[in-house]
């Protein structure tokens, strides 16, 4: 990527994708947005109407990036910070307000032709 290129671009993602834990569907949708930004990898954030936020809980943990804003986190029983939301997002990155992203290495996300 040259320096002239946007360090975050979001683009809708054509699939259907589903996050699971264990046996446990947690979301499923084909209205994801892919995230990238420079230096990370991919991220889906899926819309909070697709996602059964009764299996999850808030937690204390906020972190704060310097381009999304301040994400708040979310737990499922013991399995702590598996999704993370940017509730009021820096104004560029409005198109991620009312939705969650899950931490892979924790959530299954499976993703097929809708």
Not at 89 to 106: H, S, W
């Amino acid at each position: 990527m040259t320096s002239t290129e946007p360090r975050i671009t979001l683009d809708p993602l054509n699939r259907r994708v589903q996050a699971t834990l264990g046996d446990t569907l947690l979301a499923d949708t084909t209205r994801a947005i892919e995230l990238r930004e420079r230096g990370y990898p991919p991220r889906l954030y899926l819309p909070r109407e697709d996602v059964r936020m009764n299996r999850l809980t808030r937690s204390d943990t906020v972190t704060h990036c310097p381009f999304k804003g301040d994400a708040a986190y979310f737990s499922v029983g013991d399995d702590a910070d598996v999704a993370w939301s940017y509730e009021q997002p820096k104004e560029d990155m409005n198109q991620i307000a009312g939705y969650l992203a899950f931490d892979d290495a924790k959530i299954s996300l499976t993703s097929t032709d809708p």
